[in-house]
């Protein structure tokens, strides 16, 4: 492995994830020795449905695929994951731990594998890290509930409207709308992490139907499209679309 992806702890900015935040700064030390960075090729597989969980991940540059298949073979997209972001820590309160989804990369893809018991072994040792992080995760699944609830009960353009609400940054989804047209710097933006096709898998959707959530919050000048990056032209807008 290369002598950058080698380096890439120490610069990662991978203390600063919630799942370690809590650790003391000595705690962290002994955990580093435990961090080992990963580089995904396109398409490459990272595990599979019950293989046997040694570890989780946080994504360090790149995007993921979480996904199930039938008996048929058919996929169901269960998350499309990006920079930053971290999956399988369930795993770590697991007996036998066993990954409950497949791994793909879906492009080149940089992350770290932090060994699961060297970690347990740190939240067993300390009560408050302990309580720390749990407090962390119960915030997690209370998202979740979240989404399999706009996922359940809400239609296609506020399925849409929600998950574009979920890539943006906390301080631009909750920003007003100015009371004159901003300029085009100031607006808040993101990128599409995968192809619609994805997308529309993980929010249940059909991609036609996708398609038409999107124009509908284009026509309703709620965003503009540009490819992959989606311009958020009306933040207070988007969230009242995101309510159905």
Do not use: N
Request: glycine content about 6%; hydrophobic content about 45%; aromatic content about 6%.
């Amino acid at each position: 492995m290369d002598d950058l992806l080698k380096g890439a702890v120490a610069h990662s900015g991978l203390r600063l994830h919630y799942l370690f935040s809590a650790l003391t700064d000595a705690q962290w030390q002994r955990l580093r020795a435990h961090v080992h960075p990963l580089r995904l090729a396109a398409t490459q597989r990272l595990f599979a449905q019950a293989d046997r969980a040694d570890g989780f991940f946080v994504i360090r540059s790149g995007s993921v695929k979480l996904f199930r298949e039938s008996l048929s073979g058919l996929e169901k997209i269960m998350r499309l994951l990006e920079s930053g972001q971290s999956f399988a820590e369930s795993v770590l309160f697991c007996e036998p731990p066993r990954y409950p989804v497949h791994a793909q990369a879906l492009i080149d893809t940089v992350l770290f594998k932090i060994e699961r018991e060297p970690y347990l072994a740190l939240l067993r040792e300390s009560f408050d890290t302990c309580r720390a992080v749990m407090a962390q995760m119960v915030t997690r699944i209370h998202d979740h509930w979240d989404e399999i609830e706009a996922l359940s009960l809400h239609g296609s353009q506020a399925r849409v409207a929600r998950y574009l609400l979920d890539l943006l940054p906390a301080h631009a989804a909750s920003a007003p709308s100015a009371p004159s047209a901003p300029s085009a710097a100031s607006l808040p933006a993101v990128r599409l992490p995968a192809h619609k096709v994805l997308i529309a898998g993980q929010l249940g959707l059909a991609p036609e139907t996708l398609s038409r959530g999107l124009r509908s919050l284009i026509d309703r000048r709620v965003i503009a499209l540009h490819g992959q990056v989606v311009e958020i032209l009306d933040p207070a807008g988007l969230s009242a679309c995101a309510q159905g």
